[in-house]
């Protein structure tokens, strides 16, 4: 299984929105509702920003949403602060297995 | 607040083994399935294993790399997860997540990593 396709680095002014690709196949993401999406600070475990696409889990700012379309999935920031400075994975099951994204890293302007 | 804590990383020579334990707190453990992720120095995520509860049968799955030589069990009367590795290779240098699936497809909850270095 191949890792799923990112941008290697998206960067934004306080204030902006940005927003992240994530290239999938037939066979992860465009065959599931389960897309997810992780925050990565320096140092730092990951943490769950979003879950089956777009469900955000509590407690998580509502800055966050995700989306799909086919093969691409994508993670929006609005309102950039600098605390989003980090490292953002995607992750797509597919059958028995998941599959990561190449990892961005979001640095704010 | 759900606590997932990792031991027994550290230090091993190629072709050696090693087990992690990932202890649970204030998470269902008997409910949950469990999962482990590993990221190389300097590198991305990727996922390794997960298991099942009992009551959906308690059996694994695997990601090819590791597949036949790492094994995922559960003690659910210790809320401890484990990662058995055998025949450890430089390139399983890493640090490994314990994780807690929720609702299956996607990881809820992580814990602080264990960092397992295969070197001559």
């Known amino acids: 299984q191949s890792a799923l396709t990112q941008p290697a680095s998206v960067s934004g002014s306080p204030g902006q929105s940005i927003t992240i690709s994530c290239i999938g196949t037939s066979s992860d993401v465009g065959s599931y509702n389960f897309v997810s999406w992780y925050q990565q600070h320096p140092g730092k475990g990951p943490k769950l920003m979003i879950y089956?696409?777009?469900k955000r889990p509590s407690g998580v700012s509502n800055r966050f949403s995700g989306s799909k379309s086919g093969n691409t999935a994508s993670l929006t920031i609005s309102g950039l602060q600098a605390e989003d400075e980090a490292d953002y994975y995607c992750?797509?099951?597919?059958?028995?297995?998941?599959?990561f994204g190449t990892g961005t890293k979001v640095t704010v302007l | 607040e759900v606590q997932l804590v990792e031991s027994g990383g550290g230090l091993v020579k190629p072709g050696g083994s090693l087990r992690l334990s990932c202890e649970a707190s204030?998470?269902?453990?008997?409910?949950?399935?469990m999962s482990w992720v590993r990221q190389a120095p300097g590198k991305g995520l990727e996922w390794v294993g997960r298991i099942r509860n009992r009551r959906e049968g308690g059996t694994a799955d695997y990601a090819t790399p590791v597949k036949g030589r790492f094994t995922i069990s559960r003690d659910d009367s210790r809320d401890t997860l484990y990662l058995q590795m055998n025949s450890l290779k430089t390139e399983d240098t890493a640090v490994y997540y314990c994780t807690a699936l929720g609702d299956r497809e996607y990881f809820q909850y992580w814990g602080q990593g264990a960092l397992v270095t295969v070197s001559s």
């Open positions: 992750c797509s099951y597919a059958t028995n297995s998941y599959v």
């Open positions: 204030e998470l269902t453990f008997t409910n949950a399935w």
């Open positions: 089956e696409v777009t």
